[in-house]
C-alpha cells in the first residue's frame, strides 16, 4: 500500500471540498472521509517498505550496511575477493523445501542473478518448512519466491520461471535460459555459473542431468528422504565425476507419473531441521565453488538420527547410457594433457612465490597484530613475558604451575570416545 | 490494510457523488477518486492474511492440512507420537543468526510454547542471515519475531522477553520466566522443557549455565566461529554431562564488555549457511529429545571448509568453579542405584515382550504391505519371481545376468575413498 497515493486521494479531496457549494452536510462527510484516508495512511506507514538498491559493496561496520558481515570473510581471510559473487548467475529448479531455503541463503548473500524453476503452487501442506508463508497459499511458487526474495535484497537479478522441465515445451525454455548471456556477456561458457537441483523426483533429476551434460555445465543434486530424516548433496561435473545416469536407482517409475505410485493418501514426511541443513550444506558448497575456498566433497550424507556425515566420491561409469555423459567423458580424457601442463605452471609458480616470500615479509601491513614466535616448548617458555594479557582480558582457570593435578575432564575422554566411534565405521566398512 | 475500510470510503463516495450538484468537473474527479481507492482495494487484497488456528493435528493428506507432512513422521515409524510436540515449552536465549532460525523451525513444527529473550534491535547488517526482513529494521528482535512467527503459526504460544539476562534484573525475569508452570501445571520440574542458548558471547553463556545448574534443567548450546565457517552444538545435563564451566575457553573477558574487546571497526563475519545448518541441527537434536527418536550427540561440529563433524562427549568435571554444577554432580551420583534399577527393569520388559511377540503378529493391520522373507542368497532366488515388478515401475538397468560385466563404476572407488578420509582421521587423532 503506498503512502503517497493515499496523500494524493487526500489532497483530491481537498480540492473537492473547495470547488463544492457551501453545504454543511456535504462538507461533513467530506471531512470524515478525510479523516478515514488519514487513518488509512498511518496504517500504511507501518507496511513492508523496500530499501534502497546499493551500488558497491562496502566492508564498512555501521548497522546500516547489509554486506559488512559478508565482506568481513576477506578481512578473516576465508576469501580473496566476496564481491564476485554479484557477477555469478545460480540456476534453482525446485522451489520447494531445499531450493526456497536455498535461494534466501543466496539472496541474502548479495548472489548476482537467480534463475528460479518450478511449476507449482504454494499450499499450507507446504508450512511445515521454512521460507513460503500462509498469505502466499495458492500464488505460485516461483511467483511467492520473487516476491519475499525482492524484498529482502533488491540487487539481486530475479529471472522466474513457472514451467515444467519434463515437458517439452519446459525442457527447451529450461535450455535456453540457462544459455542466455545478457547478464555478462563476457563470461565463458553458457549464462549460469552453476545449477542446483532441488527437485523431488527422479524423472527432474534426469532431466537436469541430461541439460547439464549437453550443456557441459557443472551443477549440483540435493535431496531429502521420505522419512524425513536423512539427505545428501553431490557435485557433479561432467565427464569428471559420474552424472546421475552412471549409477541410476535400481527401480525407477516407467511411463507414468511417480507421484502417482504413492499410495491414495499417504505422502512423504518432511522436517525444516534436515531441509534446512541440506540447503544450508548445498549453499555452503555453492559459496566454496563460486568464491573458491575451502574443499568441497563431491558427495555428502545426512543421516539425521546418528549424526552421520558420510562422503564418498564417484567416477564416471565409461558405459553411461546417457550419450552426452560418454562426450563429456572423451573430451575430459582428452584435455588430460593439457590439465597437467596447466597443474606444473601452478606449481612452479607457487615454488617461486615460495623463494621470494623468505626474502620480504608476506603481510606487510600486519592488521591483525600477529607475530611469528619460535616453536618452543611451553616447559621452557619465559613465565613472566606468556603469562601477560592485554588489557580487559583475564584467564578463566588458574595456571598450570598452580594446580598440576587439576583434572582436565572432557578433552581426553572425547578423544577416546571419537576414536571408537571412528574404529567401529571402519569395521563396519570393512565389513561390506 | 483493511479492504472493508475502503469499501467504506467508497461507498461514502458515491454518497457524496448523489449529494452534489450535477457538476460535470466535480463529478469527473469524483469518479478518479473512486478508481484510485478502487485500485488500492486491489493491492490490499493481497496483503497478509492469517490462517485459522487448528484445534487438532491431523494426518489428513490434503493441501490445506499445515501438519500432514509432520504427522506423516508417525505413520513413517520415526515417532510414536508426534502430536505431543505442542505439550513442550522451549526457552531460547538470543534471537540473532542461529535463533531466530530455530524458532521459524519450531514454530513450523507446531511446538507448544516458545519463550524468546533478547535485548537487541533488527538492523540491515542482520539482513546476511536468514529470518529478519529489511522492513523490520528497527523494531526490537523479539517484536519482529512475534511479528512473523505469529503469522507463521497462530497455534503456537508466543511469550518474548526484551531483556538482557547478564543483568541483575534481566536474569531475575530469566529465571521467573523458565520456573512458571500455567501453560502445563501437571509438568515435571520446571516450566518449560528445554532451553536453548543461541547467544554470540561467552558472559550470556555462562548465564544460561547458572540458570540451568541451578533449575536442574537439560540445555543446548549453540555457537559459530568469528570467520563465519565453524559451527558446534552441545547436550548438557546437569549433574550427567559438563557443564560449559567445567571445561571453559582459556583466556576469557574480564569486567568487561565482550563487545568492546574487538577492534574498531572490525566486526565478526557471518553466513546464513553455516548458521542455517547449526539452527538445523540444534533443532534436530531438539526434536530428538522432545519426540524420543535417534542419537543426540552429547557435542557435534561442523567444519565446513573441511565438511568434517567431529563428535565427542564430555563428563562433568568434579573440581567445576560452578557450585550449583557441583550439587547436581552429587545428586547424580547418588541416584546412580535407582537408574541402575530403571533399566534393568526396562530391559526385562523389552525381554518379556520379544518372547510374546512371536506368538501373535507385530503390525496386525499391515498398512506399508510389508511382508518378510526369507534371507536366501541372491544367487539361489527364483529369478522369475523376483523379477516381477509392480505396475508402473521398471528397471533402470538391465539385470545382472543380461550384463555379467557391466562396470559398476562408482560405489566400488566410493567406499575406498571413505574408508581412506577415516584412516586418516585416525592417524590425525592418533598423533594428537
Known amino acids: 500500500m503506498e503512502v503517497a497515493e493515499l496523500k494524493g486521494v487526500i489532497r483530491d479531496l481537498e480540492?473537492?471540498?473547495?470547488?463544492?457549494?457551501?453545504?454543511?452536510?456535504?462538507?461533513?462527510?467530506?471531512?470524515?472521509?478525510?479523516?478515514?484516508?488519514?487513518?488509512?495512511?498511518?496504517?500504511?506507514?507501518?507496511?513492508?517498505?523496500?530499501?534502497?538498491?546499493?551500488?558497491?559493496?562496502?566492508a564498512e561496520v555501521v548497522d546500516s550496511n547489509p554486506y559488512s558481515r559478508l565482506m568481513?570473510?576477506?578481512?578473516?581471510?576465508?576469501?580473496d575477493n566476496y564481491e564476485k559473487i554479484r557477477e555469478y548467475s545460480v540456476a534453482i529448479v525446485g522451489i520447494g523445501g531445499v531450493g526456497s531455503v536455498a535461494a534466501e541463503m543466496l539472496t541474502r548473500c548479495g548472489i548476482g542473478r537467480l534463475l528460479l524453476y518450478d511449476y507449482d503452487k504454494v499450499e499450507l501442506a507446504n508450512m511445515n518448512r521454512l521460507f513460503f508463508r500462509p498469505e502466499q497459499v495458492g500464488m505460485t511458487k516461483t511467483d511467492a519466491a520473487v516476491q519475499t526474495l525482492s524484498d529482502i535484497n533488491p540487487d539481486v537479478v530475479l529471472e522466474s520461471y513457472t514451467l515444467?522441465?519434463?515437458?517439452?515445451?519446459?525442457?527447451?525454455t529450461f535450455m535456453s535460459s540457462l544459455?542466455?548471456?545478457?547478464?555478462?556477456?563476457?563470461?565463458?561458457?553458457?549464462?549460469?555459473?552453476?545449477?542446483?537441483?532441488?527437485?523431488?523426483?527422479?524423472?527432474?533429476?534426469?532431466?537436469?542431468?541430461?541439460?547439464?551434460?549437453?550443456?557441459?555445465?557443472?551443477w549440483m543434486e540435493s535431496g531429502v528422504s521420505e522419512d524425513a530424516v536423512s539427505g545428501h548433496i553431490q557435485l557433479l561435473i561432467p565427464g569428471?565425476?559420474?552424472?546421475?545416469?552412471?549409477?541410476?536407482?535400481?527401480?525407477?517409475?516407467?511411463?507414468?507419473?511417480?507421484?502417482?505410485?504413492?499410495?491414495?493418501?499417504?505422502?512423504?514426511?518432511?522436517?525444516?531441521?534436515?531441509?534446512?541443513?541440506?540447503?544450508?550444506?548445498?549453499?555452503?558448497?555453492?559459496?566454496?565453488?563460486?568464491?573458491?575456498?575451502?574443499?568441497?566433497?563431491?558427495?555428502?550424507?545426512?543421516?539425521?538420527?546418528?549424526?552421520?556425515?558420510?562422503?564418498?566420491?564417484?567416477?564416471?561409469?565409461?558405459?553411461?547410457?546417457?550419450?552426452?555423459c560418454l562426450?563429456?567423458?572423451?573430451?575430459?580424457?582428452?584435455?588430460?594433457?593439457?590439465?597437467?601442463?596447466?597443474?606444473?605452471?601452478?606449481?612452479?609458480?607457487?615454488e617461486a612465490e615460495a623463494l621470494s616470500a623468505v626474502e620480504c615479509p608476506l603481510h606487510a601491513d600486519?592488521?591483525?597484530?600477529?607475530?611469528?614466535?619460535?616453536?618452543?616448548?611451553?616447559?621452557?617458555m619465559d613465565a613472566s613475558s606468556s603469562d601477560v594479557l592485554p588489557e580487559g582480558l583475564a584467564r578463566e582457570l588458574p595456571t598450570a604451575d598452580a594446580h598440576q593435578n587439576l583434572s582436565v575432564a572432557g578433552s581426553a575422554d572425547a578423544s577416546v570416545e571419537d576414536l571408537d566411534d571412528l574404529r567401529k565405521q571402519l569395521e563396519a566398512l570393512n565389513a561390506d
Chains 1, 2 share one sequence.
Open 15 to 58: 480540492t473537492l471540498k473547495l470547488s463544492i457549494p457551501q453545504d454543511p452536510s456535504l462538507h461533513a462527510s467530506l471531512d470524515q472521509l478525510m479523516s478515514r484516508v488519514g487513518h488509512l495512511m498511518e496504517v500504511a506507514k507501518f507496511a513492508p517498505s523496500r530499501r534502497e538498491k546499493v551500488k558497491d559493496m562496502s
Open 72 to 79: 568481513a570473510l576477506q578481512r578473516m581471510g576465508i576469501v
Open 164 to 172: 515444467n522441465i519434463t515437458t517439452v515445451q519446459g525442457f527447451e
Open 179 to 218: 544459455k542466455h548471456k545478457s547478464f555478462r556477456p563476457s563470461k565463458d561458457g553458457i549464462g549460469v555459473d552453476l545449477v542446483l537441483s532441488c527437485v523431488d523426483n527422479y524423472e527432474a533429476r534426469m532431466v537436469v542431468n541430461q541439460a547439464c551434460n549437453e550443456l557441459n555445465q557443472t
Open 240 to 324: 569428471e565425476t559420474a552424472c546421475f545416469a552412471c549409477a541410476p536407482p535400481l527401480v525407477v517409475a516407467s511411463g507414468v507419473d511417480e507421484r502417482t505410485l504413492k499410495r491414495e493418501g499417504v505422502c512423504a514426511a518432511s522436517l525444516p531441521t534436515t531441509m534446512g541443513v541440506v540447503a544450508g550444506l548445498l549453499v555452503q558448497s555453492t559459496l566454496k565453488f563460486l568464491l573458491k575456498f575451502g574443499h568441497i566433497s563431491p558427495y555428502l550424507g545426512y543421516n539425521s538420527l546418528k549424526d552421520y556425515f558420510p562422503t564418498l566420491e564417484m567416477r564416471p561409469n565409461p558405459q553411461c547410457s546417457n550419450a552426452a
Open 327 to 350: 562426450e563429456r567423458q572423451k573430451e575430459y580424457l582428452l584435455a588430460q594433457p593439457a590439465r597437467d601442463a596447466a597443474a606444473a605452471t601452478v606449481k612452479a609458480k607457487l
Open 366 to 380: 600486519n592488521e591483525w597484530n600477529i607475530s611469528v614466535v619460535d616453536d618452543i616448548e611451553p616447559s621452557t
